[in-house]
């Protein structure tokens, strides 16, 4: 199942939950047309609401970021099969690529490089990602969302 976001301004965590999910979310898109643009829009202003009357916006009612992945989840029906989890630069929205380790050496931390087999990189903003705690402590959270 493929689908792609726009998330208002106000969404900005959202938007890189849903792109550590692997999901193409356009962050702070200023007004589009969900029906015309093919994402759907995720807004948490009535006026917008109110103004498109379409299935691809979704009006996000809580302020806390993970309740709010919570509804995206749940109105989309989203299960754990459909995520592709680290695969979108959380900063661009760029698929990230497996890299070199030897090619990286002077760019990442020595004990990062001493430690880690993995890495992969943005292709378009240069970010160098690894499997540290940080990716354990986000697998904890998505295990949560999708439990019953």
Not at 36 to 62: A, Q
Request: hydrophobic share 35%; charged share 30%; net charge positive.
């Amino acid at each position: 199942m493929e689908i792609n976001f726009a998330a208002e301004k106000t969404l900005g965590k959202l938007a890189k939950w849903l792109r550590i999910l692997g999901f193409d979310t356009i962050y702070d898109p200023g007004i589009i047309n969900p029906a015309e643009s093919g994402r759907i829009l995720l807004t948490r202003t009535k006026r917008i609401r109110d103004e498109y009357k379409t299935d691809k916006l979704i009006f996000i009612k809580s302020d806390k970021p993970f309740k709010q992945l919570q509804e995206v989840i749940k109105t989309l029906g989203i299960v754990y099969e459909d995520i592709k989890t680290f695969t979108r630069c959380i900063k661009c929205n760029t698929e990230i690529r497996t890299i070199n380790k030897n090619s990286i050496r002077s760019v990442v931390p020595d004990y990062v490089w001493e430690n880690q087999d993995s890495f992969k990189t943005c292709i378009e903003c240069k970010r160098i990602y690894w499997q540290g705690s940080h990716t354990k402590r986000s697998m904890e959270i998505i295990k949560k969302l999708f439990e019953a």
